[in-house]
């Protein structure tokens, strides 16, 4: 069974602090991995990984996977209140459906 | 071109209730899923629509239904509702399914309540 695994499960952090958020996943024949950001409604797509070591970048926020330790980061450097959301990690493999962690809280004081 | 849009929003149900919920893509995807998402346990796969005309079981299929009426739509429905599907259901779309290079995009989200 697929498993997607995100640390920490919440962080609170003050405006300007970078901050790095983890998943770890094991997958059979692996194929992509996405991060999403989810505020009060709908995720919304963010980054789609499959190649190991190349980062992806918008803006504030970068991914990077590593396919070798099986995990990705996601950076999100001088933070905002607007970053606060949850932020979700999926993997697809074998089967092409998404398995999702269970998220991270990311809280940004001002 | 509005995405992907669910009906309704809201819904509160007594248990044993049935309903069902809508989906609509316009983005001419041929894959369609439906999620429930519960706290602590983010979201998880009910059914999906590789293609128009088929539907399969996600990890938590038990007490729903699925219809793909057409490559637009795909709802889901919920036969004789329980407390235990109270939850907020997500629809997505892709143009494939999953593979590298694609992605999802998801609905608002219906709220449901089962009381």
């Known amino acids: 069974e697929d498993k997607v695994v995100q640390s920490p499960l919440s962080l609170v952090v003050h405006e300007g602090d970078t901050v790095t958020l983890n998943c770890s996943y094991e997958?059979?024949?692996?194929?992509?991995l996405l991060w999403y950001k989810q505020e009060k409604k709908a995720p919304t797509f963010l980054f789609m990984l499959t190649s190991s070591g190349i980062e992806k970048k918008s803006g504030r926020l970068s991914s990077i996977l590593d396919k070798k330790e099986l995990s990705s980061i996601l950076n999100i450097t001088a933070t905002q209140t607007g970053d606060s959301a949850i932020y979700l990690c999926a993997v697809t493999g074998a089967n092409s459906k998404l398995t999702f962690g269970k998220g991270i809280t990311l809280s940004v004081r001002p | 071109n509005a995405g992907v849009t669910q009906t309704p929003k809201f819904q509160v149900l007594k248990t044993g209730q049935s309903m069902t919920l809508q989906c609509a893509q316009d983005?001419?995807?041929?894959?369609m899923y439906w999620y429930r998402q519960d706290p602590g346990m983010g979201l998880r796969l009910i059914y999906y629509?590789?293609?128009?005309?088929?539907?399969d079981k996600g990890e938590v299929p038990n007490g729903y239904n699925v219809s793909r009426l057409n490559k637009r739509e795909f709802s889901l429905r919920l036969e004789s509702a329980a407390p235990s599907q109270t939850s907020v259901y997500f629809c997505a779309s892709s143009s494939q399914l999953l593979m590298a290079g694609d992605t999802q995009y998801f609905g608002p989200g219906t709220r449901l309540t089962v009381l």
């Open positions: 629509s590789a293609s128009e005309g088929t539907t």
């Open positions: 997958v059979t024949n692996f194929r992509s």
């Open positions: 983005m001419n995807h041929n894959s």
